[in-house]
């Protein structure tokens, strides 16, 4: 199993342009949630989604959108970015019926923003 | 609401040496604890998990972690350090009913002298 995954691994963006971080599990989670992670703060949470079809707002949503049209498919997506959304972002995945909340990290995508 | 603190922002111990890192947490149940370790250019992976239980608990690497109710702490040790320990530690809190999320502390950076 590769686990999470995250397309693209760098990304270096304009102000105002858009684009869309893609997160995939083969673990057949019901749940999935993208983090932004900054210096010094941690990790805050963007979305997240408890199943196919369904998304929620997290800690820090403003700017962003995201999609669940497949069960292994989280999309984040930007619509016009600014520099104040270069950080690192992390999808995540976790089936708490039998995992209890634990979380399955993918690698991250390092986005610019200049 | 659930949050987390974690004291120490950074720590330097000698190779060879003992470590507890520092967790504090408020939650109005029984919470749900993670201890998470993330190597540079990484994505998180999960080192130990309270749920309920034996207060001791013994995860992955020679870690363990005590959690102890009323301090509200869920501390992480380590007998003896090894260099390749060095890395950022996050502690979480979580709970079933609140869609998986966690909350996470803003992490405390480990280095390990020679």
């Known amino acids: 199993n590769a686990g999470v995954t995250q397309t693209p691994k760098f990304r270096v963006l304009k102000t105002g342009q858009s684009m869309t971080l893609l997160c995939a599990q083969d673990m057949n989670h019901e749940y999935m949630y993208w983090y932004r992670q900054d210096p010094g703060m941690g990790l805050r949470l963007i979305h997240y989604s408890v199943g196919e079809g369904t998304t929620a707002k997290g800690e820090v949503p403003d700017g962003y959108n995201v999609s669940r049209l497949k069960k292994q498919n989280f999309l984040l997506g930007l619509e016009s970015a600014a520099p104040s959304q270069t950080s690192v972002y992390f999808c995540a995945s976790s089936d708490p019926p039998s995992a209890a909340d634990e979380q399955y990290f993918g690698p991250g995508t390092r986005l610019t923003v200049t | 609401a659930q949050s987390v603190t974690q004291p120490d922002i950074h720590i330097t111990v000698s190779e060879g040496a003992s470590l507890e890192l520092r967790c504090n947490y408020s939650?109005?149940?029984?919470?749900?604890l993670f201890w998470y370790v993330q190597s540079p250019g990484q994505g998180l992976q999960l080192l130990l998990k309270?749920?309920?239980?034996?207060?001791l608990v013994q995860g992955i690497k020679g870690f363990e972690a005590e959690f102890k109710r009323s301090q509200s702490s869920f501390n992480l040790r380590k007998p003896s350090v090894h260099w390749s320990d060095a890395a950022e530690y996050f502690c979480a809190v979580g709970a079933r009913t609140n869609a998986g999320k966690s909350t996470f502390g803003d992490g405390t950076t480990l280095t390990v002298k020679p």
């Open positions: 939650y109005g149940a029984t919470p749900y």
């Open positions: 309270y749920f309920s239980g034996d207060t």
